[in-house]
Structures are given as structure tokens and as C-alpha cells.
């Protein structure tokens, strides 16, 4: 593992995963690439975190793909057993890259929290959105800069982005390329919470520390459940995916205590089990 990507585990059950190119405003490398890959499987399976949280070292989230790696790497994902290039075996490559990234922050079953501190643009702004809460610094900008360097976009950007602030709204931030602050980013739903910059990381480290000390499993049914009806299913699609998982957390550890707690009068605490 390189240093690309710092990992704290917290005693809370919160994971702090923190982008560490600041010098490159965290912009993704190859090795940044590798090691967010690396980190997110690793925690995403380990039981004892119970909350991912992103954030970038310095003044940026992630400012998308480094540009000056993008045009190499994506001929060396290219290259095929024959050791010549395929389109075919770059575009699996690419797949395989989102689908680690932005598609497991999505889909593992705990709660994952984008921590804008400043800049998320392109495929950061993708990241934040693959998030299921995007806590924000007075400080964050957001922006789909894809169209400055002629591409369409990826990383989940035009799965995520229409889902949180709609269609018009999305492909005006496609298409315009435009840098969207805070205040603009919460009134339009992109960011949840917005907080002053010098608390910013305190509140949102104590939000995701909230939702890392409650019933672990049921946040990721329920996540489950949210993800299946965005997915433009209908009702009775989504109806079966809660009684399926209704059912398996009624078997859950933290399901019994719960229900004895609220007998007792008690608050419940749950242990993520």
C-alpha cells in the first residue's frame, strides 16, 4: 500500500479514509487509483467499521483525474496478453477501476459519508455523490469539469447526479462545466449539511460517528431498499426487497436488544451485529 490513501480507524466504528495528494489536489494518479481501491474492499469487509468517511488532504476533496497520467494509463489498461492494444480490454479496465470506487461506495452495506473540505470536481465530484451523505465545509466547490478536457464523464457521475438534484439540473452541470459553491450545493440537495470551516471536520466526523453506533446491518438493508428503488423498479420490486430484508434483521442481535430496550424503556445500544 502507498501513502496515497491514509486510513484511520476510529474508535467510534468510523473509518476516516483521507485522499493524500495534496500537492495535486488529490487529483487521481495511478497509485491514488490503487490504493482507494485497495482501502474500500479492505474496509467494506471488515465488520468492525461501521462508517466509511472520505475527505482529501489540504484544500481539495479530489480534483478529479490527474491529466497528465490520464492519456498513459489509459494505453498500459490497454494493453492485452498479445501485448498490443484493445479497446475492449481498456474499457473492462475502466469498469473494473469505477465499479471499486465509486460503485462499492454506493453499494457496501454501511453508511459511507463524502467529507467536502474543498474542491470536488469530475471524478471527485462523482465520488462524493457515490456517497449516501455529502457533509460539507463553507469551503466546498463542486464541478463536472469533463467537458473542459472533451470527455462525456464517468466514475457514476451520470447515474448519481440526476438521482440527487434531477434531470434538467444535472445536465446543466454536465453540459456548463460550472463551478456550483456551498451554499449553492445545499440549496439545490447536493450537499446535506454545510458547516463552517474551522468545525467542519469535527461535526462531520461526530454525524458519521452517529451513524456508525447504530444497528449496522438494518442502515445497510435499509441502504439496500434505497438503492433498489432508485434503480426505477416498481413498487412491487421494491416491496419484496424491504420484506427480504425486514426479515433477515429480524434475526439480527441488535433487533433483540432493541426490542428490549424499548420494553425496558431504555435506549438501545447496538453493536453492529
Known amino acids: 500500500m502507498n501513502d496515497t490513501v491514509l486510513v484511520e480507524r476510529r474508535d467510534d466504528g468510523v473509518a476516516l479514509v483521507?485522499?493524500?495528494?495534496?500537492?495535486s489536489l488529490n487529483a487521481m494518479n495511478?497509485?491514488?487509483?490503487?490504493?482507494?481501491?485497495?482501502t474500500l474492499a479492505d474496509l467494506a469487509a471488515d465488520d468492525a467499521v461501521r462508517c466509511v468517511a472520505l475527505t482529501g488532504q489540504g484544500r481539495a476533496f479530489c480534483a478529479g483525474g490527474d491529466v497528465k497520467s490520464m492519456r498513459e494509463r489509459s494505453r498500459q489498461e490497454g494493453i492485452g496478453p498479445d501485448g498490443e492494444y484493445?479497446?475492449?480490454?481498456?474499457?473492462?479496465?475502466?469498469?473494473?477501476?469505477?465499479?471499486?470506487?465509486?460503485g462499492l461506495l454506493h453499494t457496501m452495506p454501511k453508511p459511507t459519508v463524502a467529507l467536502v473540505n474543498g474542491y470536488a470536481i469530475g471524478a471527485g465530484f462523482c465520488f462524493a455523490l457515490a456517497c449516501d451523505v455529502r457533509l460539507c465545509s463553507e469551503k466546498a466547490k463542486f464541478g463536472m469539469a469533463f467537458r473542459n478536457v472533451g470527455l462525456p464523464g464517468d466514475f457514476g457521475g451520470s447515474y448519481f447526479l440526476p438521482r440527487v438534484v434531477g434531470q434538467g439540473l444535472a445536465r446543466e452541470i454536465f453540459f456548463g462545466g460550472e463551478v456550483i459553491d456551498a451554499e449553492r450545493a445545499h440549496a439545490i440537495g447536493l450537499a446535506n449539511r454545510v458547516y463552517p470551516a474551522d468545525d467542519?471536520?469535527?461535526?462531520g466526523l461526530a454525524y458519521a460517528?452517529?451513524?456508525?453506533q447504530g444497528p449496522t446491518k438494518a442502515l445497510g438493508r435499509m441502504k439496500a431498499n434505497l438503492n433498489r428503488s432508485g434503480e426505477g423498479v416498481g413498487l412491487e420490486e421494491v416491496l419484496m426487497s424491504e420484506?427480504?430484508?425486514t426479515r433477515m434483521s429480524r434475526d439480527d442481535h441488535d433487533h433483540a436488544g432493541a426490542v428490549e430496550a424499548f420494553i425496558r424503556g431504555d435506549k438501545p445500544v447496538f453493536s453492529g451485529r
Do not use: C, K, W, Y
Open 30 to 38: 495511478t497509485d491514488l487509483s490503487d490504493a482507494l481501491r485497495a
Open 209 to 212: 460517528g452517529r451513524l456508525a
Open 243 to 245: 420484506a427480504i430484508n
Open 18 to 23: 483521507t485522499l493524500n495528494r495534496p500537492e
Open 200 to 203: 467542519f471536520l469535527a461535526e
Open 86 to 102: 484493445h479497446t475492449d480490454v481498456a474499457i473492462r479496465a475502466m469498469q473494473d477501476r469505477q465499479l471499486e470506487t465509486s
